[in-house]
């Protein structure tokens, strides 16, 4: 099993509709989530954290359910402007260092 | 934004040629990250440093090495370039009550 996987898409998405992402990942014992947004040529940029309780942020809203070892995002009321690479992104306690896994990104279109 | 800068941001070099890729942050974070991103792989990290001097590798360091001397600069070196060094670089720092990641803006490495 991928230490993080994802769907690579793309999802092709009306404008307004719910799209939602998941995101399976290996380690059980990974401590922190996250969700990152690239657009075409840019940097990734962190989206939200993802909190056992689950979390939102306006129109997206992350979960994270650590018994199945998966996130998810959902994205309401989708945007022309939300159209990116979505990334997952898994934290788990190394040596000197955390270790970070990133998901290969699922891409999301929304069509006008 | 995490002060984050990276030079260059584009670089075209013959194969066998040394290549020097900077970043550097102005907020004194102590850790440091370099990171490639290619199609199909997501982002790999090549070399990491926890502080002045301290530096270690990551899972794709060959061919790569570092160096910290100050905290601000973090240089990546490709001593002799390949095709196969043809990547986006990504550099990153660390902060945040989740240790989440801020990425600079890139740079876009082609060697013929």
């Known amino acids: 099993r991928k230490e993080v996987e994802q769907d690579p898409g793309p999802f092709n998405v009306p404008e307004g509709a719910t799209v939602a992402f998941n995101c399976t990942y290996s380690n059980s014992a990974s401590q922190s989530f996250f969700w990152y947004r690239q657009d075409c040529r840019k940097e990734p940029k962190l989206l939200m954290s993802v909190y056992s309780s689950g979390n939102e942020d306006g129109r997206f809203t992350a979960q994270l359910n650590r018994a199945s070892q998966y996130i998810s995002l959902l994205i309401r009321d989708s945007k022309l402007s939300d159209s990116a690479t979505y990334l997952c992104v898994v934290r788990a306690r190394g040596n000197r260092d955390d270790k970070i896994i990133f998901g290969k990104g699922t891409r999301l279109h929304i069509l006008p | ?112």
């Open chain 2, 1 to 112: 934004d995490a002060g984050i800068t990276q030079s260059p941001r584009h670089k075209v070099t013959e194969t066998g040629t040394p290549v020097t890729l900077r970043c550097h942050q102005t907020e004194n974070h102590r850790y440091m990250y370099w990171y490639r991103q290619d199609p199909g792989h997501g982002l790999r990290l090549i070399h990491y440093s926890y502080g002045v001097k301290d530096t270690d590798k990551g899972e794709v360091s060959d061919g790569y090495s570092v160096s910290r001397s100050k905290t601000e600069d973090f240089l990546l070196t490709l001593e002799s370039a390949t095709s196969s060094q043809t990547s986006v670089y990504f550099c990153a720092i660390r902060l945040g009550q989740d240790n989440e990641q801020f990425f600079g803006p890139g740079t876009r490495l082609t060697v013929l």
